[in-house]
């Protein structure tokens, strides 16, 4: 698959940002791949090498970009040398006694480079181990002084640097990208008055109402500990043991079951901050707020079958579609969006606000599109910035404020705490990933790895040997709480509204399109497949049958038992019956164009060259990225043409392309329809719903493929075009207006037909 990435142009950023000359290396140095060429360090400028860019502040440049500039090296025409800078002669051999003798204690060279090796890894994330990220920028639509002071929200078409990182939770660092999971989505902000991380998700609810349960939850979904099985997946035991046990994970458990677990690309999913926020003005002011991501490309997901077909066929299938859109210039993009509310209008609110498994329906509050997120540079080194970011939600800033979620409370503790272990100490502000565009100036002092000179005498507060500096900001520069007043019993305990677990889950339910409820179904039927205890099964359904009468009997019947009793609903509230909310339906988020999605062009000898060359074409000039696939790579007679094959079949299967197409010619169709791979390749875009373009002759591989045709014409596929359109302009046409829709759900069955 890596041959997909070979035909990408480089970011064109990179380029401007460093000139010619970086992919250029002087004679008798190593080339690197013009995507890894980086240059202009503090160490280069040393070595007289200058940064000879275009001048121009390119795109994709910006202030957190230039503070990386310190530490960025690049080791084009430089000699090789140890840690203290020392030039090595020779990086073969070892320092022998004779050249068949034991090895000197003394190498020095040898021992600096195996030690440092032997402290590569670092500890993986406990969860979210597995990411992907990317530098971008923020920009304010408007100024939202009425709402809030925060920084990045003061002035119309304000931009402030970001670095964003997606992941999924359960699975280690090298684990499959798309295991049907949560999706985080962590946005770290370098606003002027310091960094601001909005650590969420791609679902707007969250498993457990209480930081308290987070590690049973996390112990539950990981692998199980005694044979560190199963690796990535929720499909187990130990897992839906728990989930049945905490009937408020209910709602939750319905986003995950659905296509939001399983998305087509990091690029096509919401975002949301989950928790209730609070915004405070300069006034001090305050009222609540939620935070929403809406991807600019849609929302899609990929079919349970593509996504593990794709598993074995790219594991790292999300890294490269994130890596290579932004390769190619073509950014990924959300909107921000919020819904803004006051503590009045929450208590009327039939559920509560703090509780994060709840929503607010957009119905109730409407979500107010406030800015834009683009991400226009691919980090330098995927160690140095993506594995060593650390997000905390306690990294809030001036007008932002913490709501009383028990779940967020837990979190702003939590997440310090973990960098301090896995980041190795205090310190880890200081990684250049991390430390913020905002000077930082306190009496914080010491510990591992301290980069920071501290220049002085005085490192406590009050002083006067000092000044009195650093001097506090004051109230009205500084960050402040909110002042709210609180005069409670210290218990452990709940409020009442958090007993309801099943309206909003209902809510959930009813808003689901028939597919995405059939989808719903599956996904529970093949999890609790998996699980092995029958009770455990039954517990689930049991939650179900709270939910949806429908939904539990699917379930059941697809496990092959009968509806338990309803679980005990203990709410001392009467049920909230909700209207359905189109909102929460991924089919409310549809793209408007087919820009990066990827088209395989089946071809084989004997193909109609041209018309395949003016079919790749226009894809091109609709942004999407066609590739030419045959049987194997090279020259591929078609016509008076010779087109050249990028991948192969076996190489880049079925999964990992969103639609396909075979263009018209007789010899070529007759290859293919030899040639089982490509039946296969097939039958699979069939079955995984997507767009096909099969021009003339090409109507004989849907056939021997088993895909049922001459229907009349109100059951036809509307996502297979060509056979009875013998005009390939139209038809490309056609083709193309078909792929915004993704995919033709009209064709599953259950078991699938093909
Ligand atoms: Fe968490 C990582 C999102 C609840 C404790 N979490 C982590 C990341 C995301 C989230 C996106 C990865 C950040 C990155 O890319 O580096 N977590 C969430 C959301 C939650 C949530 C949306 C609920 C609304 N998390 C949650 C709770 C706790 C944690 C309740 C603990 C009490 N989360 C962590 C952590 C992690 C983390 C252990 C692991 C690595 C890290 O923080 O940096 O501290």
């Known amino acids: 698959t890596g041959a997909l990435a070979g035909s990408m142009p480089n970011n064109p950023n990179k380029a401007s940002e460093y000139g010619e000359a970086a992919y250029n290396p002087p004679e008798g140095a190593t080339a690197l791949p013009a995507s890894a060429a980086v240059t202009s360090s ?4 040393k070595n007289g090498s200058t940064k000879t860019g275009s001048g121009k502040p390119p795109q994709g440049i910006n202030a957190m970009i230039a503070s990386l500039d310190r530490v960025r090296v690049d080791s084009g025409g430089q000699q090789l040398t140890t840690n203290q800078g020392v030039p090595i002669a020779d990086n073969q051999n070892s320092l022998k006694i004779g050249l068949r003798g034991p090895t000197a204690l003394e190498d020095f060279i040898l021992r600096e480079k195996i030690t440092h090796f032997d402290h590569e890894r670092i500890s993986e994330r406990v969860v979210h181990a597995r990411g992907s990220a990317a530098h971008g920028y923020f920009e304010c639509y408007q100024a939202l002084g009425a709402l809030t002071k ?10 402030t640097p970001v670095f964003v990182r997606f992941s999924t939770v359960a699975g280690e660092r090298g684990s499959t990208d798309t295991a049907r999971d949560v999706r985080g989505f962590a946005v770290k902000f370098y606003t002027d008055e310091g960094n601001w991380d909005l650590v969420g998700n791609n679902m707007p609810v969250f498993f457990i109402q209480d930081a308290m ?16 099985m199963p690796q990535a997946s929720s499909a187990h035991d130990t897992y839906w043991d728990f989930v049945s046990l905490m009937p408020e994970s209910t709602h939750m458990l319905l986003w995950q079951m659905s296509d939001r677990a399983i998305p087509r690309s990091y690029r096509m999913m919401q975002g949301f901050g989950v928790h209730t926020f609070r915004l405070i003005n300069a006034e001090g002011e305050s009222v609540f707020c939620k935070f929403h991501w809406t991807p600019v490309a849609g929302t899609h997901a990929l079919c349970w079958d593509e996504a593990v077909k794709i598993s074995g066929a790219d594991s790292d299938f999300h890294r490269r579609d994130l890596w290579e859109a932004i390769e190619a210039g073509a950014y990924p993009e959300w909107e921000l969006g919020l819904q803004v509310f006051t503590e009045q209008q929450a208590e009327e609110f039939e559920f509560d606000v703090l509780d994060p498994t709840k929503l607010v329906p957009e119905e109730l509050i409407p979500v107010i599109a406030v800015g834009k997120l683009v991400l226009n540079r691919n ?28 779940l967020l409370q837990g979190r702003i503790h939590s997440y310090l705490d973990t960098q301090i272990s896995r980041l190795g100490g205090a310190n880890f502000h200081e990684i250049p990933i991390n430390s913020p565009l905002a000077p930082v100036h306190n009496n914080q002092r010491d510990g591992m790895h301290r980069q920071a000179v501290a220049r002085g005498r005085v490192s406590y507060e009050p002083n006067s040997l000092g000044g009195g500096c650093p001097f506090q900001a004051g109230g009205a520069k500084g960050f402040t709480s909110f002042a709210e007043r609180v005069s409670e019993d210290k218990v452990r305990g709940k409020p009442e509204k958090f007993a309801d677990h099943y309206s909003q889950a209902q809510l959930f339910w009813i808003s689901q399109t028939p597919v995405e409820q059939q989808h719903i179904i599956k996904a529970f039927r093949f999890e609790l497949t998996r699980v092995q205890t029958q009770a455990i099964r ?8 709270n939910v949806n009468a429908e939904l539990a009997a699917g379930v059941a019947d697809g496990l092959g038992f009968a509806v338990p009793a309803p679980a005990l609903n203990i709410s001392p509230l009467p049920p909230h019956t909700y209207d359905p909310s189109p909102p929460l339906s991924m089919s409310s988020y549809p793209a408007s164009d087919i820009k990066t999605r990827r088209v395989a062009i089946l071809i084989a000898p004997g193909i109609d060259g041209a018309m395949a060359s003016s079919i790749y074409s226009a894809l091109i000039d609709a942004g999407a990225v066609p590739r030419f696939v045959a049987a194997k790579l090279g020259e591929v007679k078609a016509g008076k043409l010779g087109l050249h094959a990028e991948i192969s079949i076996e190489a880049g299967p079925a999964a990992l392309y969103d639609a396909m197409v075979v263009p018209d010619g007789a010899d070529g169709v007759a290859a293919l329809l030899k040639d089982g791979n490509a039946i296969e390749f097939i039958k699979d875009q069939y079955r995984h719903c997507k ?10 591989l849907l056939e021997k493929a088993g895909i049922p045709l001459n229907l009349p014409s109100e059951e036809k596929d509307p996502l297979i075009v060509g056979p009875d359109q013998p005009d390939a302009g139209k038809a490309t046409k056609a083709f193309i207006s078909a792929m915004t829709k993704h995919k033709e759900f009209g064709r599953e069955t259950d078991p699938p037909a093909v």
């Open 42 to 45: 503090t160490a280069s400028e």
């Open 150 to 159: 925060a920084t990045p929200f003061a002035e119309d078409g304000k931009q």
């Open 213 to 228: 349960k987070f590690p049973d939850l996390v112990h539950a979904v990981k692998p199980e500990p005694h044979f560190a």
């Open 379 to 406: 980090p330098d080194n995927f160690f140095a910035e993506t594995e060593q970011v650390a997000f905390c939600t306690a990294h809030i800033i001036p007008g932002i404020d913490f709501s009383n979620d028990p």
């Open 538 to 545: 039954e517990r689930v359904v049991s939650l179900l049958a």
């Open 691 to 700: 767009p096909m373009l099969m021009m003339g002759a090409a109507e004989a």
